[in-house]
């Protein structure tokens, strides 16, 4: 402390240590004279005589002794070396602390001298300066020498002492951390690995001036050290990455290489700066550092729960390195003759080194070229990091000479595959080395591994050891219930693993029968056929064996992904021994299809694989837009400079600042006005993503102080894009008034240069007062990578990095690492003013300083390019003549929208019409082809054109086949679509809430009658509506509107239900239902529905079913309507439906790595994105997949489909405006699209059909209507609807009937079930008001209404006019009134009578049913309730067991073979766990369920008792609550709550069961199921064969949630059978889907099937046992299958209405606890009477319980007169009172008072919570009079 307040002034860190007492007081000259003696001191001259007999002394004593002088001369040697590395420690140690005080200034001065020692910030510029985090570390530095001093004294000296008995009297005198802090002098962040981690390089420099001293008093001894200094570099993992606090799953670190320690030794410990054992000592201490913290070891930390942590502390390698060491040359020669004077050769010999890894070749004598041909394999863990390090020795017999060495990043192995080339040798005069380095990656299956295994029979090498096939990696977990040794003491068991003469040790785990090793070993493995592993589990005297194990490899080989994980039962040990391995096997190839012909190229040509001919930029590439903000004037802004004190009213000086993206404009101050002008225009380049805002602040200028705020406003960039272009005045919020006067225009892009000139003349009529110039083009430039560069001067690779310059914009790229060939993979973007003149400047060059090459680019070449894009290999100017860099430069042309045509062309691409072939191809089929333009329509007359349909798709699947399997030319492809007959029969349901009238009141004042909050649900089948609250209103007018998306179907009904908002629980109001079929039929409905289940009350709805049609001469109505109609909630009428068919892609290009690409296709309209399927690899990929969209206004939305491979690699795009519908015949358009972005052939099909939303509004619907009943009439939901008036059928029959085109139709459950996956998955895109899930009924397929139809019959006009036209009535067979609903979608009205095709039924010898075993569904549900315990014996005592503890108890349940564990209760004997777990069980034999308790620990946990019950008996008694003792232990006791849960064949009672399952809550999380699954797989028939022509292996996977089973694999068979049965837990059957995959041997898909579980509920037993259609099959392959589900019917459904449910199953209301109370109001005495029954669920504040107490007060009350409490129960969470209160209370101020109820801990602290929970009662909302007893929620008190 003196040393800090007495320093000098100069800088801090500075002065070292030594110099700090001379600098406290600096002697002046007088001090010194006066310090002299005045004689000669008799104590100075007998020191300096006892100092030179000291030295003498050993001189005299050899003298005596007649000692040789060679011992003294060896004293002063070993004196003279441990002198010299003493002071070159402190020396050293000096100079550090001087480097890393000053850092800055020592860099600058040793800049021209050496750059080897300069920081890794200044070697390296990708490696970052982190001196914030310095500055941190220095800051918490002494607490951290805090904490280390506390662990060395408190936990660290006890623990030595206790180990030994020499050791007892040692202590640490000193712990001194130093003021030196550990530096962090770069840190690198590396982004080329996984996506899953965060991968960072920190290298570390501490210099400390650390002082500890140690003494062990029973020997004199004192030793100690005064410094360290450790510098190297480690990297830190930061994996995985989640989606939860704390991001990080865990954090590992390691050094790669090992680091450089330096220890300045004290006391008895300066024997090891004695030279030979100083290097001794600290080699010794880093093998114990790199034995946990250098590579292969790690340091793993977890910061989550359940983490495999073995897994992360010792992962799977990167991959091998096969070293062949062939040949040197040139090396130095080392053996001279006769002095040097004849110079001789050397006897060489390699020493490779890879990590901890080393090898040492065989020396060749007398040669200076040796040839070694050898090979060796290293195991790689870390790239890029790890380096091959190769030294050249010459042999000698007393110390080998150096010849020189050589480093290689194994990252550039990995990358070239195989690099074959000369390395020189550095660090000597001449020399050469030549290798071959091979990367062989690991792959997790077996279809090489015999093309390996012959590879490796022709690789030749003079080692031993043939090359490897595989490497094996163990990981070693643990092992239970080991034999005891001799005299039955626990065993220190280790692990011996060895692979035929390899073996590894484990480390030992000390007196355990259950120990855990978490280690993991890695053998090489030359033929796992042959090979076995062999594990020897010893005592650690490696005598006694205590078990073993022999597994093959083979084994290995038939498991899944090449890997076991499980518990393995151990030989010659105990019964119940075995220990848990996970093996893995990995297959080492070397892909020579990717290393090109010249291997031998060399490192500075680049990788050795063939390098792109294109870039493959991210899918989001060039997809940003414009955006042009003008700024023109404000009006009426508010005057902030007044005059004289405010007296006078005066002016502002207004400017606006613009904040949107990033980026900030601010304009010009207007001097003096508050109507400004300012006409200036702005832009800034954007991504689409959505919830951007441009914000917009207004100021007043001023000189002093800060600007005066004028206002504010935000406008939302989705609101932009959509309107393309608005010009309007926007209001200025948070102040009185101003308003400001804006042009946003989301400037439209093209890929077109015909309008550059009428755009630039555009441009040049308009100025702006901040002289900016619009841009007329955006440039997307992607640079990708180059190659050939050439080297620096000095030989050395560079560190390239690329700057873009553009006019006044410039960018930079990343440096990369040392190489000729970098990759950057960035993109950039430039505003373009005069495409003409603007030139692109490309500059290359090292580490910005070292010019490398050059590129100019004018961007005029970009406008004579195809689609204004630039896409190739460029020369580089300056540069080698190999010298190339990879780019794509794409020019946007901006169409402004005002521009004169930019209406036609500001498009961002335009549909390409097809190649001519393809046109006569379509012209010559459009007859055909007409069967599928629009939804079919059932006729009675056949027509045989449906049959050409089939032929022609049957024909391009044949051939689609054929190309997929041969590589023969292309095959004509279809030219239209052919969509599944169920396509675009969607409607639309249209829903206008208007108002209600007479609602009943339900919030009550004063006794008297008050008002509501109305509001209303509406239930459409999935989709929930809910409109806002009207205030204290029992005629509410909402006004709201809501559209939904359905497929016409029966038995769905549109649910009204309205509620009063409340602040607790939402009062019911009354409901009603109308039926969708009659909504269809009716077609437009106005009218007044009653509310049942209540008094009184109506509701005024308008229900639409919107028709559709194919006509635009109805869309300017449609649109003039929008603009009409207003709604509260903001809504907007759809103008039409879009339906899309995406079919098939062909031509797309392939892959960089030259593979097929995996298609898949994305689709956005707006708001709403849909993706379809990814294709296998193919270049002709096949979706069929179809999509809908709502469209608001046609002529302004587009229709974008971008393709990409895997989401990741973009293979093509299409824009497609939906104006372009409008001109087409029937508004469909159904042909091939260039796709832009790929090749010149690439196309896709598809279908887009655009449906016009006819809607009978012809105008705005009024505002509600208030009359009487007798002007309105009302009907009730129990009438039915009557048929269309007279007049609506006259005026809306069609006057064509309608005809059939096709009468054949696709199987319609499987399109049924294609729909409903479809819009699951669009789900999550769609919004609410537009989703509806389909329903999973069958819907009867329509067809089109031909051209040449015939005039309706007389008999059918003459019933339509008489009223007696009964849609639903129509005589007719096999018609439905679904068909009937779904032809109302397309016409409007219903049509003629049709027959149905008969459906595909399986052949005549084909059982009908399955036939299961008689065991099927027999199986039920245990489900166990485990709730608490008490009076639990204490474990952890303190003091030697002098004071009683605590335990750490959990719970373990076994059943029938499945064990389930709770979490940990800390410090608690009377724990609270509530948690739910559920079996599936058979219910047949004597099981019993055991219970085990134990106490949590950090070595072996202790037993805390047990018990078990027979499961017969539970199923007996069904329901079973009560609490059990334990056995086998003094005391204590388990609640539980065990019930068998019968299962009904009934779907009544699955409301029930949903309803119990929002009720309960559990600590695990745990959900109870609703139903129980049985599923019987018994056979299929009729699938398609494989690609080869040979029959499938069929298998059958099935998935439901997160639950996979898979069935046998069949032999080769068209119509397997399996028989197999299985079960699945079932949440929520109206959400959940049933999955069933099959493919031949889990590779090749044959078909699937998704079967909805609610489609069970309407099904007889819910049951369905019949033959299903299989998607993506043949026509005729079907599957035989019995479903059957069980409700599970619990005993709690029946618990709930009588309020006995228990307090855990229910959740205790909110998290805090229920207290019960009696409230009643005594008329005659005026009382207030309370009774506080009991509490239960509190939360525990402490260790055994709480403490509590209820106190009770009446609000208002400032003086606290009314404040009563009960008396407090101890350590229980479920006390009870049972105590009385009564208040004076007159009856009218029970209106405006308020009982507060709160429950306290008694026992509190200050940290723990004083208030457990509370409850305000309002009394007026309390029926006092009747008087109440209830659980009431307890809350925190902010609630």
């Known amino acids: 402390m003196q040393s800090d307040e007495s320093g000098p002034s100069g800088p801090k860190g500075t002065e070292c240590p030594s110099a700090a007492p001379e600098e406290k007081k600096p002697p002046s000259d007088g001090d010194t004279e006066a310090a002299k003696p005045q004689g000669i001191s008799a104590v100075a001259v007998l020191w300096t005589f006892g100092k030179c007999l000291t030295a003498l002394l050993p001189v005299y004593l050899a003298g005596y002794y007649r000692v040789s002088t060679s011992l003294l001369v060896f004293g002063l040697m070993v004196y003279t070396g441990w002198k010299h590395a003493r002071e070159a420690k402190e020396t050293r140690l000096r100079s550090a602390m001087q480097l890393l005080s000053n850092e800055q200034e020592y860099t600058s001065m040793k800049v021209s001298k050496s750059k080897r020692d300069l920081p890794a910030w200044v070697s390296f510029p990708d490696v970052e300066k982190v001196e914030w985090l310095n500055k941190v570390l220095q800051q918490v530095w002494p607490f951290v020498g805090q904490y280390l001093e506390k662990l060395l004294v408190e936990t660290i000296a006890p623990s030595i002492r206790a180990s030994s008995s020499h050791l007892q009297t040692l202590s640490f005198t000193k712990v001194d951390m130093g003021d030196k802090a550990m530096k962090v002098v770069g840190i690198k962040a590396h982004t080329e690995n996984d996506k899953g981690q965060v991968l960072l390089d920190l290298y570390i420099s501490y210099v400390g001036n650390v002082e500890i001293n140690v003494e062990v008093k029973r020997y004199f001894c004192k030793a100690g050290v005064s410094g360290i200094q450790l510098h190297g570099m480690m990297r830190v993992i930061l994996e995985p990455l989640i989606g939860d606090v704390p991001i990080v799953g865990a954090v590992t670190m390691f050094f790669i290489r090992r680091p450089k320690l330096d220890i300045n030794w004290t006391g008895l410990t300066n024997l090891l700066d004695i030279p030979g054992l100083n290097v001794m000592s600290d080699s010794m201490i880093m093998d114990a550092i790199a034995s946990f913290l250098v590579l292969p070891n790690r340091l793993t930390v977890p910061l989550v729960p359940n983490l495999h942590v073995a897994q992360l502390r010792s992962p799977l390698p990167r991959g091998v390195v096969r070293i062949h060491l062939l040949e040197a040359d040139n090396l130095a020669a080392k053996d001279s003759y006769i002095k040097g004077v004849m110079a001789g050769m050397s006897d060489p010999y390699a020493l490779l080194r890879v990590g901890p890894q080393t090898f040492t070749s065989q020396h060749i004598d007398n040669t200076l070229s040796p040839k070694w041909g050898e090979?060796?394999?290293?195991?790689?863990?870390?790239?890029?990091?790890?380096?091959?390090?190769?030294?050249?020795?010459?042999?000698?017999?007393?110390?080998?000479?150096?010849?020189?060495?050589?480093?290689?990043?194994?990252?550039?192995?990995?990358?070239?595959?195989?690099?074959?080339?000369?390395?020189?040798?550095?660090?000597?005069?001449?020399?050469?080395?030549?290798?071959?380095?091979?990367?062989?990656?690991?792959?997790?299956?077996?279809?090489?591994?015999?093309?390996?295994?012959?590879?490796?029979?022709?690789?030749?090498?003079?080692?031993?050891?043939?090359?490897?096939?595989?490497?094996?990696?163990?990981?070693?977990?643990?092992?239970?219930?080991?034999?005891?040794?001799?005299?039955?003491?626990?065993?220190?068991?280790?692990?011996?693993?060895?692979?035929?003469?390899?073996?590894?040790?484990?480390?030992?785990?000390?007196?355990?029968?259950?120990?855990?090793?978490?280690?993991?070993?890695?053998?090489?493995?030359?033929?796992?056929?042959?090979?076995?592993?062999?594990?020897?589990?010893?005592?650690?005297?490696?005598?006694?064996?205590?078990?073993?194990?022999?597994?093959?490899?083979?084994?290995?080989?038939?498991?899944?992904?090449?890997?076991?994980?499980?518990?393995?039962?151990?030989?010659?040990?105990?019964?119940?021994?075995?220990?848990?391995?996970?093996?893995?096997?990995?297959?080492?190839?070397?892909?020579?299809?990717?290393?090109?012909?010249?291997?031998?190229?060399?490192?500075?040509?680049?990788?050795?694989?063939?390098?792109?001919?294109?870039?493959?930029?991210?899918?989001?590439?060039?997809?940003?837009?414009?955006?042009?903000?003008?700024?023109?004037?404000?009006?009426?802004?508010?005057?902030?400079?007044?005059?004289?004190?405010?007296?006078?009213?005066?002016?502002?000086?207004?400017?606006?600042?613009?904040?949107?993206?990033?980026?900030?404009?601010?304009?010009?101050?207007?001097?003096?006005?508050?109507?400004?002008?300012?006409?200036?225009?702005?832009?800034?380049?954007?991504?689409?993503?959505?919830?951007?805002?441009?914000?917009?602040?207004?100021?007043?200028?001023?000189?002093?102080?800060?600007?005066?705020?004028?206002?504010?406003?935000?406008?939302?960039?989705?609101?932009?894009?959509?309107?393309?272009?608005?010009?309007?005045?926007?209001?200025?919020?948070?102040?009185?008034?101003?308003?400001?006067?804006?042009?946003?225009?989301?400037?439209?892009?093209?890929?077109?240069?015909?309008?550059?000139?009428?755009?630039?003349?555009?441009?040049?009529?308009?100025?702006?007062?901040?002289?900016?110039?619009?841009?007329?083009?955006?440039?997307?430039?992607?640079?990708?990578?180059?190659?050939?560069?050439?080297?620096?001067?000095?030989?050395?690779?560079?560190?390239?990095?690329?700057?873009?310059?553009?006019?006044?914009?410039?960018?930079?790229?990343?440096?990369?690492?040392?190489?000729?060939?970098p990759q950057w993979n960035e993109a950039f973007h430039f505003l373009v003013r005069d495409p003409r003149e603007d030139i692109l400047v490309v500059k290359l060059s090292h580490s910005w300083t070292l010019p490398i090459g050059s590129l100019v680019v004018p961007v005029r070449d970009l406008l004579s390019e195809p689609q204004l894009v630039l896409d190739q290999w460029l020369h580089l100017d300056g540069a080698s003549p190999a010298s190339q860099i990879l780019l794509r430069s794409e020019l946007k042309m901006l169409i402004p929208t005002k521009c004169p045509g930019a209406t036609e062309k500001a498009k961002p691409s335009s549909a390409s019409e097809p190649s001519p072939a393809r046109q006569k191809l379509e012209t010559d089929r459009v007859q055909r082809s007409s069967s599928v333009d629009a939804p079919p329509v059932e006729t009675i007359t056949p027509v045989s054109v449906c049959e050409d349909v089939d032929v022609q798709e049957v024909s391009a699947d044949v051939i689609q086949e054929e190309e997929e399997e041969s590589q023969s030319p292309p095959v004509v492809q279809p030219p239209h679509t052919s969509p599944d007959p169920s396509f675009a029969t969607e409607g639309l349901l249209r829903i206008h809430l208007l108002e209600a009238q007479s609602l009943i009141a339900k919030d009550k004042l004063m006794g008297f009658k008050g008002k509501s909050d109305p509001y209303a649900k509406i239930n459409v089948g999935e989709v929930i509506l809910k409109s806002h609250v009207i205030k204290e209103n029992l005629n509410p007018t909402w006004n709201e509107m809501y559209e939904v998306v359905l497929r016409p179907e029966s038995g769905v009904d549109v649910q009204v239900e309205v509620y009063d908002k409340d602040m607790d629980r939402d009062d019911f109001l009354g409901r009603f239902s109308i039926s969708l079929e009659d909504v269809i039929q009716s077609q437009y409905t106005d009218q007044w529905y009653t509310l049942n289940e209540v008094k009184s009350g109506q509701v005024h709805l308008i229900l639409e079913w919107v028709p559709t049609v194919s006509e635009t001469d109805r869309l300017e109505k449609v649109l003039q309507l929008q603009s009409a109609q207003a709604y509260q909630n903001k809504a907007v009428p759809s103008a039409a439906l879009l339906f899309v068919c995406v079919e098939r892609a062909h031509s797309l290009p392939l892959k960089k790595s030259g593979k097929e690409p995996k298609a898949g296709a994305e689709l956005v309209l707006g708001d709403t994105t849909y993706r379809t399927k990814v294709c296998e690899r193919s270049r002709s990929p096949q979706w069929d997949e179809a999509f809908y969209f709502l469209i608001r206004d046609p002529k302004e939305e587009m229709l974008i489909l971008k393709l990409s491979s895997g989401w990741d690699q973009p293979m093509g795009s299409l824009v497609l405006p939906v104006r372009e519908l409008l001109s087409e015949p029937e508004l469909v358009l159904d042909k091939?699209?260039?796709?832009?972005?790929?090749?010149?052939?690439?196309?896709?099909?598809?279908?887009?059909?655009?449906?016009?939303?006819?809607?009978?509004?012809?105008?705005?619907?009024?505002?509600?209507?208030?009359?009487?009943?007798?002007?309105?009439?009302?009907?009730?939901?129990?009438?039915?609807?009557?048929?269309?008036?007279?007049?609506?059928?006259?005026?809306?029959?069609?006057?064509?009937?309608?005809?059939?085109?096709?009468?054949?139709?696709?199987?319609?459950?499987?399109?049924?079930?294609?729909?409903?996956?479809?819009?699951?998955?669009?789900?999550?895109?769609?919004?609410?008001?537009?989703?509806?899930?389909?329903?999973?009924?069958?819907?009867?397929?329509?067809?089109?209404?031909?051209?040449?139809?015939?005039?309706?019959?007389?008999?059918?006009?003459?019933?339509?006019?008489?009223?007696?036209?009964?849609?639903?009535?129509?005589?007719?067979?096999?018609?439905?009134?679904?068909?009937?609903?779904?032809?109302?979608?397309?016409?409007?009205?219903?049509?003629?009578?049709?027959?149905?095709?008969?459906?595909?039924?399986?052949?005549?010898?084909?059982?009908?049913?399955?036939?299961?075993?008689?065991?099927?569904?027999?199986?039920?549900?245990?489900?166990?309730?485990?709730?608490?315990?008490?009076?639990?014996?204490?474990?952890?005592?303190?003091?030697?067991?002098?004071?009683?503890?605590?335990?750490?108890?959990?719970?373990?349940?076994?059943?029938?073979?499945?064990?389930?564990?709770?979490?940990?209760?800390?410090?608690?004997?009377?724990?609270?766990?509530?948690?739910?777990?559920?079996?599936?069980?058979?219910?047949?034999?004597?099981?019993?369920?055991?219970?085990?308790?134990?106490?949590?620990?950090?070595?072996?946990?202790?037993?805390?008792?047990?018990?078990?019950?027979?499961?017969?008996?539970?199923?007996?008694?069904?329901?079973?609550?009560?609490?059990?003792?334990?056995?086998?232990?003094?005391?204590?006791?388990?609640?539980?709550?065990?019930?068998?849960?019968?299962?009904?064949?009934?779907?009544?009672?699955?409301?029930?069961?949903?309803?119990?399952?929002?009720?309960?809550?559990?600590?695990?999380?745990?959900?109870?199921?609703?139903?129980?699954?049985?599923?019987?797989?018994?056979?299929?028939?009729?699938?398609?064969?494989?690609?080869?022509?040979?029959?499938?292996?069929?298998?059958?996977?099935?998935?439901?949630?997160?639950?996979?089973?898979?069935?046998?694999?069949?032999?080769?068979?068209?119509?397997?059978?399996?028989?197999?049965?299985?079960?699945?837990?079932?949440?929520?059957?109206?959400?959940?889907?049933?999955?069933?995959?099959?493919?031949?041997?889990?590779?090749?898909?044959?078909?699937?099937?998704?079967?909805?579980?609610?489609?069970?509920?309407?099904?007889?037993?819910?049951?369905?046992?019949?033959?299903?259609?299989?998607?993506?099959?043949?026509?005729?392959?079907?599957?035989?299958?019995?479903?059957?589900?069980?409700?599970?019917?619990?005993?709690?459904?029946?618990?709930?209405?009588?309020?006995?449910?228990?307090?855990?199953?229910?959740?205790?209301?909110?998290?805090?606890?229920?207290?019960?109370?009696?409230?009643?109001?005594?008329?005659?005495?005026?009382?207030?009477?309370?009774?506080?029954?009991?509490?239960?669920?509190?939360?525990?504040?402490?260790?055994?319980?709480?403490?509590?107490?209820?106190?009770?007060?009446?609000?208002?009350?400032?003086?606290?007169?009314?404040?009563?409490?009960?008396?407090?129960?101890?350590?229980?969470?479920?006390?009870?009172?049972?105590?009385?209160?009564?208040?004076?209370?007159?009856?009218?101020?029970?209106?405006?008072?308020?009982?507060?109820?709160?429950?306290?801990?008694?026992?509190?602290?200050?940290?723990?919570?004083?208030?457990?929970?509370?409850?305000?009662?309002?009394?007026?909302?309390?029926?006092?009079?009747?008087?109440?007893?209830?659980?009431?929620?307890?809350?925190?008190?902010?609630?």
């Open 375 to 821: 090979m060796y394999e290293v195991i790689v863990h870390e790239v890029p990091g790890q380096e091959l390090e190769v030294e050249v020795y010459d042999k000698d017999p007393d110390q080998d000479d150096f010849l020189g060495r050589t480093k290689l990043d194994l990252g550039i192995v990995k990358k070239s595959i195989a690099v074959d080339d000369w390395f020189t040798l550095k660090d000597a005069r001449s020399g050469r080395v030549h290798l071959r380095l091979e990367w062989l990656a690991l792959l997790p299956s077996t279809d090489r591994l015999e093309q390996i295994l012959k590879r490796n029979e022709s690789v030749t090498s003079k080692t031993a050891d043939p090359p490897s096939s595989a490497i094996l990696v163990v990981y070693l977990d643990k092992a239970e219930a080991l034999p005891m040794k001799k005299g039955n003491k626990e065993p220190n068991p280790m692990v011996q693993l060895s692979v035929q003469d390899i073996t590894r040790e484990s480390r030992t785990c000390y007196t355990t029968i259950n120990p855990e090793w978490e280690e993991a070993f890695t053998f090489f493995i030359q033929d796992p056929h042959k090979q076995d592993i062999d594990i020897q589990v010893k005592d650690v005297d490696r005598v006694q064996t205590l078990g073993s194990l022999t597994l093959p490899l083979s084994r290995l080989l038939s498991s899944a992904d090449l890997s076991l994980d499980q518990w393995f039962q151990l030989d010659k040990a105990g019964p119940a021994s075995r220990i848990s391995i996970k093996a893995v096997l990995r297959v080492l190839w070397l892909d020579e299809e990717h290393i090109s012909a010249d291997v031998s190229s060399s490192l500075e040509a680049g990788l050795s694989k063939q390098r792109p001919q294109e870039t493959s930029p991210h899918p989001s590439f060039a997809t940003e837009g414009l955006l042009r903000i003008h700024l023109l004037a404000g009006q009426n802004l508010v005057p902030k400079d007044n005059l004289m004190g405010g007296i006078v009213k005066g002016k502002s000086d207004p400017y606006v600042q613009i904040n949107i993206g990033g980026e900030t404009f601010t304009s010009q101050v207007i001097k003096g006005n508050l109507n400004p002008t300012w006409n200036e225009m702005y832009e800034v380049v954007l991504t689409q993503l959505p919830g951007q805002e441009l914000h917009m602040e207004v100021f007043d200028k001023d000189m002093d102080m800060k600007d005066d705020f004028m206002g504010r406003l935000k406008i939302s960039l989705k609101d932009i894009i959509d309107s393309q272009y608005t010009d309007q005045w926007y209001t200025l919020s948070d102040v009185k008034s101003g308003r400001v006067h804006l042009v946003l225009e989301w400037v439209p892009t093209a890929s077109e240069s015909d309008r550059l000139d009428q755009v630039i003349q555009f441009h040049s009529r308009q100025s702006y007062q901040n002289k900016a110039v619009p841009s007329t083009g955006l440039l997307f430039v992607y640079v990708e990578q180059a190659d050939g560069l050439p080297l620096k001067k000095s030989g050395k690779e560079p560190k390239v990095g690329a700057e873009l310059s553009l006019g006044q914009t410039s960018h930079k790229t990343t440096v990369c690492d040392r190489t000729t060939s």
């Open 1232 to 1839: 091939w699209l260039q796709l832009d972005g790929a090749g010149p052939e690439s196309e896709i099909l598809l279908r887009a059909e655009l449906k016009v939303l006819n809607s009978k509004m012809t105008e705005a619907p009024q505002g509600p209507l208030t009359g009487t009943k007798e002007e309105e009439p009302v009907i009730t939901t129990e009438q039915s609807f009557t048929a269309p008036s007279e007049e609506r059928l006259s005026s809306e029959l069609p006057s064509d009937e309608s005809g059939a085109v096709c009468s054949q139709p696709k199987d319609p459950d499987a399109v049924e079930r294609d729909a409903a996956a479809t819009m699951e998955e669009a789900a999550a895109a769609e919004p609410a008001a537009m989703h509806a899930d389909p329903d999973a009924h069958p819907v009867a397929p329509l067809v089109e209404e031909p051209t040449d139809a015939k005039e309706p019959t007389p008999q059918a006009v003459t019933a339509a006019a008489k009223g007696e036209f009964q849609p639903w009535q129509v005589p007719t067979e096999g018609r439905t009134a679904v068909d009937n609903l779904a032809h109302a979608t397309v016409t409007g009205l219903p049509s003629e009578p049709a027959e149905l095709t008969e459906e595909l039924q399986p052949g005549e010898d084909l059982p009908q049913h399955t036939s299961p075993s008689q065991d099927f569904s027999s199986e039920g549900v245990l489900r166990i309730h485990l709730l608490e315990a008490q009076s639990l014996v204490a474990k952890d005592n303190l003091m030697g067991g002098m004071v009683k503890g605590k335990s750490d108890p959990y719970v373990k349940i076994n059943i029938g073979g499945v064990a389930f564990k709770s979490h940990v209760i800390k410090e608690n004997l009377n724990p609270t766990w509530n948690e739910m777990y559920e079996v599936v069980l058979s219910g047949q034999g004597d099981q019993e369920i055991q219970f085990e308790a134990f106490d949590k620990d950090l070595d072996a946990d202790d037993f805390l008792g047990r018990f078990s019950i027979r499961l017969n008996e539970v199923i007996r008694s069904q329901y079973t609550d009560q609490w059990y003792t334990l056995k086998d232990i003094k005391s204590g006791r388990v609640h539980l709550i065990l019930e068998w849960v019968p299962t009904v064949s009934e779907s009544v009672r699955l409301d029930q069961v949903l309803q119990l399952q929002s009720l309960q809550s559990y600590q695990n999380k745990s959900v109870p199921s609703a139903a129980l699954l049985f599923v019987h797989l018994e056979r299929a028939h009729s699938l398609p064969l494989k690609k080869s022509g040979k029959e499938p292996r069929a298998g059958a996977e099935l998935v439901l949630g997160e639950t996979t089973y898979r069935t046998k694999v069949c032999d080769r068979g068209v119509s397997p059978q399996w028989s197999e049965s299985f079960y699945f837990q079932v949440r929520d059957p109206k959400h959940q889907m049933l999955i069933i995959k099959l493919s031949s041997a889990w590779d090749q898909p044959m078909g699937s099937l998704v079967v909805p579980v609610r489609d069970l509920l309407s099904e007889p037993q819910l049951i369905l046992d019949q033959w299903f259609q299989l998607d993506g099959a043949a026509l005729e392959s079907q599957i035989l299958l019995r479903a059957e589900l069980k409700i599970l019917a619990s005993r709690m459904v029946d618990m709930i209405s009588a309020g006995t449910l228990p307090c855990a199953a229910s959740g205790c209301g909110s998290g805090n606890g229920q207290v019960k109370l009696s409230l009643s109001y005594a008329s005659q005495e005026e009382r207030l009477v309370v009774i506080v029954h009991a509490c239960r669920g509190l939360l525990s504040q402490g260790k055994d319980g709480v403490d509590s107490y209820v106190s009770l007060m009446l609000l208002p009350d400032k003086s606290k007169a009314t404040k009563k409490k009960t008396a407090v129960k101890k350590r229980d969470l479920n006390p009870e009172y049972n105590e009385r209160f009564e208040y004076d209370l007159p009856v009218k101020e029970t209106r405006f008072r308020r009982l507060s109820v709160s429950v306290k801990n008694n026992s509190s602290s200050f940290r723990s919570r004083d208030v457990l929970g509370q409850v305000q009662i309002e009394l007026s909302q309390i029926d006092l009079d009747s008087g109440v007893t209830e659980w009431f929620d307890l809350k925190d008190e902010a609630e």
